[in-house]
């Protein structure tokens, strides 16, 4: 069992730029998948980021390659994403994912509860 807390939310501007950090309980963390799903109002959740077990690969949407990074430390169990040139229609409540069922960018075990991010225009 993985208990995931997001943080690092917020209201930032178009253009600037925030970092999301999951932390996670469990002495099994640096064994897991890990991602970030988000979900704008009205819409479907949708995958943006995720990051294998060793942190050694990386697979991001076409939504936000070049502009998000993803990340992990194995020994404090917290995965990072590093958001920059955001847009409004990067607003959504963000959720950090572990334990991926079906590839990367599938379905997960795990959710957080999620934190807001609303970029204004």
């Known amino acids: 069992q993985v208990q995931l807390v997001e943080s690092g939310g917020g209201l930032v501007q178009a253009g600037g730029s925030l970092r999301l950090s999951c932390a996670a309980s469990?002495?099994?963390?640096?064994?897991?998948?890990m991602g970030w799903f988000r979900q704008a109002p009205g819409k479907e959740r949708d995958f943006v980021a995720a990051i294998t077990w060793s942190g050694g690969s990386t697979v991001y949407a076409d939504s936000v390659k070049g502009r998000f990074t993803i990340s992990r430390d194995n020994v404090k169990n917290t995965m990072y994403l590093q958001m920059n040139s955001l847009k409004p229609e990067d607003t959504a409540v963000y959720y950090c994912?572990?334990?991926?069922?079906?590839?990367?960018?599938?379905?997960?075990?795990?959710w957080g509860q999620g934190t807001q991010v609303t970029v204004s225009s």
């Open positions: 469990g002495r099994t963390f640096s064994s897991y998948d």
């Open positions: 994912v572990a334990g991926a069922v079906g590839g990367l960018d599938k379905r997960y075990k795990y």
